[in-house]
């Protein structure tokens, strides 16, 4: 999946929201049994990244916590 957000806000703004929008995704997706990866570039061509490896399942099937 690949996703791409385009905002009208100021480079400025952009810089304090980046940091928030990566772990509000990385919140989301470390709930998940799945290997991910996040790069939200700003405008100003600030990189933030995270990556993670898919935990590992079950017998049953369910992930363990």
């Keep these: 999946m690949d996703i791409h957000v385009a905002s009208s806000l100021t480079?400025?703004?952009e810089e304090g929201v980046a940091p928030t929008?990566?772990?509000a995704?990385?919140?989301v997706l470390d709930r998940m049994?799945?290997?991910y990866a996040i790069r939200v570039?700003?405008?100003s061509q600030r990189v933030l990244q995270h990556s993670a490896v898919a935990a590992p399942s079950s017998p049953e099937g369910r992930?363990?916590?």
């Design 25 to 27: 995704v990385r919140g």
């Design 41 to 43: 570039e700003t405008v």
């Design 33 to 35: 049994p799945i290997a």
């Design 63 to 65: 992930t363990n916590p």
């Design 11 to 13: 480079p400025e703004d």
């Design 21 to 23: 929008v990566l772990e």
